[in-house]
């Protein structure tokens, strides 16, 4: 589901490696309006992102470190009356599988950290949840049922709590495979009620070419389009089988993507410009 991952209209200027950009509000002459947020890039990778209001005045910032591109510290901090940050710090086991993560806030005190399990197909078998005094509280559960062709078929997640031993359902994923390349996914809340259904088209080489999301009776149709390289040069999407909005992108020779257009069924066009420092 991408309801709201396609967004915007992307001009970007030159590489990420090393550079800062601003990036404004598209106006609807195509000018330049109001600075929303920079970022700088490290070898490909955001290090840290700063946003603005209309004023201009922070609103937070993100600082992300990494080490061997695995991202190891993210700091949020909100410029507001009274400062704070959110902090977390991640762990990685040789296969490059998130083992660890500690997460605290400096103006609530509150901290806490996960430790991850994983079983013999390197999923997820367990998840401890560790208070701020180092005390295991709980364990998050996911149980897994496979197919004859070692494909999942359905996800349990249960969580208990160690305490008063306690397991109750947090939710429930089906997976069905009608075709090769297709997969449908239903999403279970506590109470068994569907709450979410994703049919997924593949092509030959895995990627996802069609897609449709249906959520509380409202379907969301996707269409995807690809480059040589694999990169996504065209989406279009319907809402309820009507045409809803047209997205496209423009790739340099180095596959950075230097404009993203958006165009809506109802005329509306909007979007952001982004400026190399």
Not at 114 to 139: A, P
């Amino acid at each position: 589901m991408r309801l709201l991952f396609w967004a915007f209209f992307y001009f970007i200027i030159g590489t990420v490696t090393g550079q800062t950009y601003q990036v404004y509000k598209l106006q609807p002459d195509n000018s330049k309006g109001h600075l929303m947020r920079t970022e700088v890039y490290k070898n490909n990778l955001l290090h840290l992102k700063t946003t603005y209001n209309e004023d201009g005045k922070r609103l937070y910032a993100i600082d992300q470190a990494y080490e061997n591109d695995l991202l190891k510290k993210k700091v949020k901090t909100f410029f507001v009356e009274f400062p704070y940050d959110l902090v977390s710090e991640y762990n990685y086991d040789e296969q490059g599988r998130l083992t660890g993560e500690l997460f605290g806030n400096n103006l609530t005190g509150k901290w806490g950290s996960y430790r991850y399990e994983y079983n013999e197909n390197d999923k997820i078998k367990w998840v401890d949840i560790y208070q701020k005094n180092g005390d295991l509280t709980h364990r998050r559960h996911y149980k897994y049922t496979y197919n004859n062709n070692q494909q999942v078929v359905e996800t349990l997640r249960l969580y208990e709590d160690l305490e008063f031993e306690e397991i109750t359902q947090e939710n429930k994923t089906l997976y069905q495979y009608p075709t090769s390349n297709t997969t449908v996914i239903t999403y279970y809340d506590t109470a068994n009620k569907e709450i979410l259904k994703e049919t997924n088209i593949e092509d030959a080489q895995g990627r996802c070419v069609q897609s449709t999301t249906i959520v509380d009776s409202e379907y969301l149709d996707e269409k995807f389009t690809y480059n040589k390289k694999g990169q996504i040069v065209k989406i279009e999407e319907l809402l309820n089988h009507q045409p809803h909005r047209t997205i496209n992108n423009q790739y340099n020779e180095n596959g950075i993507r230097i404009r993203q257009t958006i165009q809506y069924a109802n005329g509306k066009k909007e979007g952001e410009i982004y400026v190399l420092q």
